[in-house]
């Protein structure tokens, strides 16, 4: 290839009119399509370099696509593909044990990572031809200098309908650059250190070449520079924590910057790399980057309101725009890391841009009478809003709000309080001073986002606190659209982040805040939309977990009194007129309640006990008798009764009986929690939280296994707790439930039931082990019937159905032997069903819950258990194993289905049930499964590998590794003479894994009942496991058969999955 595009090239200098400008165009394509795959030597030894710079980068026709080509070889930095035939026989020769591994890896014939030392050595060929290397970008960077300056303003003084050319070429300009930046630091500052002059002026131009490009509208290019100024500054803002650059901001003025405090976020490697030096090169250049930045911004997902630029609107956002947010989380990282380099220069660019938002007294209020508008600023469209004050453009406004915000904890303590009262001092001088709604929201959107962005300032400042509380509560009072939602959520952000400050008695204050704030709760939601009060009422329940513990039932019965009073009067007026819960409005509203009380019950845990306690028995005659009217609704015959409950009422009230649902789990869910990590573990969790996300559940520690790391004192507390819910929750609540659920219709059967009975089985743990006969009695058959038709049906039943087997295993395992019916034996099946499923989510929840179920099994300590169940299940069992391990449909799960396969093969090596499963009756088991599936394996192969199967089974690594050439050699060795190969393995076998020489990888496909399934080979005991999609179900239609033994090649995506 490489010498058809020389021939091309040389044809052309000849003779440039014998060649047209569209083969060179294609020519040059090609050549970029193929320059990473070319030995160094056909690109830096030959004239290939000076043909592209000299021959055609002077042509504008061919300028992009030699611009691209010269992009490729300074981007180069995978030396291996660029190894010379000579060089690379000789590496091999001298590195045989060396291959590749299934990922891609180098490893050797033992499974470990190839040797560091010889892989750097590969890796360091690139700087063979390092001035070669840095010559290109010399000689490409005086070829973009020579540019007109209209290149890098083509947006401004080009016609929209010819940009295309320049967006084009300017794109591939910065690819270049870039590209070399971020691939060979390195090279870059050993030129410095060695050619200081001769690098540093070409250097400072490409910088400049960024800059400007930074500047230009076009998504591409703005993306390509962050990238490049990313790589930029993270090592001079590394070096600047460890006080290795000692030019730009102070950082000792009183606290480490929050960013720096093992939070500062780090990139991926990227290449060869070492510290920039931070001199005047890179540090004058960032100083322009900062304002650039600034101007080009993006709006953040916290942000509700902002200014529509295009339509001139001043609007909600609605949904959540994946890409920007993205975005906005790269230049939030380089902001930071430019802010870190110099602090007092970020501060200065932000305040004094600020400040010339608010027009001087006396003005029209224009900004633009006084100041030119600023590089990179886009044009906006006023009009379409006349409330908008003519020549303020919003968006420069909003953009600065943003990089305030994105820049959180770069700073010293003392830096960030004087930057953050001067931002806040002029938001509130511009939010006085703009006229009209829509100026003061957006405005009031800009303070409430920058304010909850600082949270270190707020606990350290209690009036500036309390003064921005009351304005939040202000704002809360304003009905333009996304101003209450806006100051809500800015609310719930502080509060979780300085929970602790409203507790605290005040000098001059009566009481602490909290009890001040709870008395006004009336009055401070009656201008709040219904979603607008959740979000409220939360916030104002995340001050109680900072109390002490015996004051936090007494907060609880405060904050909720309004919400309680609204329950009273709905049961009062229930109770003396039951056809009132009929209506759809009586529906919503109790909805509402219920929904109110589940958001306190998130911080408040235990506390909440006694109001849970009170609305219980209320809540659950209510959801009762919703169950029993749409039962009556859904399985009346007469059309004409059934027609009188709209749709809207119907609804309405599947959402009281939801809600009553995620009332119970969340109180159960948090109580427990707070009993097993400590009174003060819910505030923690949100203290020492980044997102402030509520991400711990107690279901997780519980089913997760972490409840073993934690004191037995404690453990034993928290069961006492946990025994006391139990005993006051489970009894009422399980009969309605179950008993709405059971006879139900498959449409009306809620998995929140299944996700409820999965909490209160992790967490109440033996204590609801007497309930599991009844729960599956009334849950387990019906809800098999729903999903066992299909992989697809009911996807939310099938993925807590799953959930709730696996709680059970974990919490109630002992209860599993109580079941009547042969419910066991469904159980396990279903359990073979979940890991043969073709959603991977749910293929690896059965593994996960059968390697339990096995473990727990063999650890259960009555032998006459462990007997009885691998009398049943031990070669079906390892029949489906193996037929799932060697089919083409769940590759992803390997790893866990080998780990099963140890787990039943080392029970045999260890001899634990003789009289089920002996060596030789294992070994012959195998042999006959892969004799009848897979027709390329002889009988002697498998003898071998069957016994070296289970001699390993006793390690992890090595019986994975024996099982990967196991599946290896399927292919490898098919007819061929290998008698002595095998004897040789054979021979070899118990002292040493099986090794292999080959990197090709066969899987076959053996069709069962279904999708996805294997038919299992008939045990020597004739134990069978259910085949097609679960026991129970009907004939599934016959499925397209698949030749056996068929195996994969490896341009087979699949081939490189295994």
Known sequence: IFQLCQFIFISYKENGSKVSVALLETTLKCLRSFLRWMPLAAIFDTDLIPTLLDSFWPLPQLRIETTRCIGEILTLNDMRAHVPSSVSSGVQAGTSSVGAGPGGEDVNVNGTEKDVGRMD??????????????????????????????????????????????????????????????????????????????????????????????????????????????????????????????????????????????????????????GLSGDNLYLGVLADVRGVLIDRMVKPDEVAVHYDDETGEVTKESYADTEENALYSRMRDVLVYLTVIDPAHMADIITKRLELEVPPEGSNGSVFNQVAPRAGAFPSNLAGNPELQPDWNPQHLERLC?????????????????????????????CENKKGKPNKAIVATQIMYVVGQYPRFLRGHWKFLKTVLNKLFEFMQET??????????????????????????????????????????????????????????????????????????????????????????????????????????????????????TRVAIPTGTAFSAQMMAVYPEMLDIYRSYSQALSQVE??????????????????????????????????????????????????????????????????????????????????????????????????????????????????????????????????????????????????????DMIRSDFQSFPDHRKEFFELLGAVNKSCFSALFSLKDNRLKLYVECLVWALKHEQPQLAEKGLKVMMEFVDNICGCGDRSIMV????????????????????????????????????????????????????????????KFFLENFPTVTEQQMSVWATALITKSGSKHAFTQVLKDFLISIKAYAGDDD?????????????????????????????GGWPGTVAPCPSPQGASLVQGPLPGAQPSPPQQQVQQGTPLSADNPAFWTQ
Request: charged share 20%; hydrophobic share 45%; with cysteine.
């Open 402 to 430: 943003w990089a305030t915000g994105s820049i959180t904890g770069a700073m010293s303590e003392n830096e960030e309080k004087n930057f953050l009262v001067n931002v806040i001092r002029v938001l509130l001088a511009l």
């Open 121 to 274: 050595s590969e890796t360091e060929m690139l700087y063979t031809k390092a001035p070669h290397l840095v010559e290109l970008f010399r000689k490409f960077i005086e070829k973009v200098a020579g540019l007109p300056d209209l290149t890098w303003r083509y947006h401004i003084d080009v016609a929209v309908h010819m940009r295309n050319a320049y967006e084009t070429l300017v794109s591939a300009i910065v690819y270049a650059i870039t590209g070399f930046f971020k691939h060979h630091t390195a090279l870059i500052e050993r030129e410095r250190q060695t050619n200081e002059a001769g690098i540093h002026q070409h250097l400072a131009s490409a910088l400049q070449v960024i800059l400007r490009s930074t500047a230009i509208p076009h998504d591409d290019t703005f993306k390509m520079c962050l990238e490049a100024w990313y790589t930029i500054a993270y090592p001079l803002a590394k070096a600047k924590k460890r006080g290795e650059c000692g030019t730009g901001g102070t950082t000792d003025q009183g606290g480490a910057p929050l960013m720096l405090d093992g939070a500062m976020p780090t990139p991926k490697p990227v290449g060869p790399h070492i």
């Open 979 to 1007: 008698s002595e190969l095998f004897q040789l393995i054979a021979e070899t076998a118990p002292q040493a894994g099986m090794s292999t020489q080959t990197s090709t990888l066969v899987q076959s496909d053996t069709c």
């Open 480 to 597: 333009f659209e996304g101003v209450q939602e806006m100051a809500v959520s800015t609310f719930l952000k502080i509060v979780k982040k300085t929970a602790k400050e409203y507790v605290v008695p005040r000098q001059g204050e009566e009481e602490p805040f909290i009890f001040t704030a709870f008395r006004h709760v009336s009055t401070l939601t009656v201008d709040l939309q219904q979603p607008q009060m959740l979000t409220f009422f939360e916030g104002m329940a995340w001050m109680i977990p900072a109390c002490m513990e015996h004051e936090r039932p007494k907060c609880v019965t405060a904050l909720v009194a309004v919400p309680c009073e609204w329950w009273s009067e709905l049961i009062a007026r229930i109770k003396s007129d039951p056809s009132m819960l009929q209506p759809a409005e009586t529906a919503k509203n109790i909805a509402h309640v219920l929904r109110i009380f």
């Open 635 to 784: 399985s009346s015959a007469d059309a004409a009764k059934a027609s009188r409950v709209t749709s809207t009422q119907k609804r309405e009230w599947r959402a009281v009986k939801r809600q009553t649902l995620v009332l119970v789990e969340t109180f159960v869910d948090r109580a427990s929690l707070e009993a097993v990590l400590g009174p003060d573990a819910l505030l923690q969790e949100v203290y020492s939280s980044s997102d402030s996300s509520n991400n711990i559940r107690a279901v997780d520690i519980f089913l997760g296994g972490r409840l073993g790391e934690m004191e037995a004192s404690r453990i034993e507390a928290a069961r006492t707790v946990l025994a006391q819910i139990a005993q006051h929750t489970v009894p009422p609540l399980l009969h309605p439930v179950l008993e709405d659920y059971r006879h139900g219709v498959p449409q009306s059967r809620d998995p929140a039931v299944l996700s409820l009975l999965t909490v209160l089985i992790a967490c109440l743990s033996e204590s609801l082990a007497p309930e599991i006969p009844r729960i599956f009695e009334f849950v387990f058959d019906c809800t098999l």
């Open 868 to 927: 009885s169940f691998f009398q049943e299940f031990f070669f079906s069992l390892l029949a489906d194993v193996t037929g799932v391990l060697t089919d083409t449909l769940h590759t992803a799960g390997f790893r866990e289905q080998a780990y099963l396969m140890m787990r039943l093969l080392s029970i045999v090596e260890a001899n634990v049930i003789p009289e089920v499963a002996q060596k030789p009756a294992v070994v012959e088991f195998l042999q």
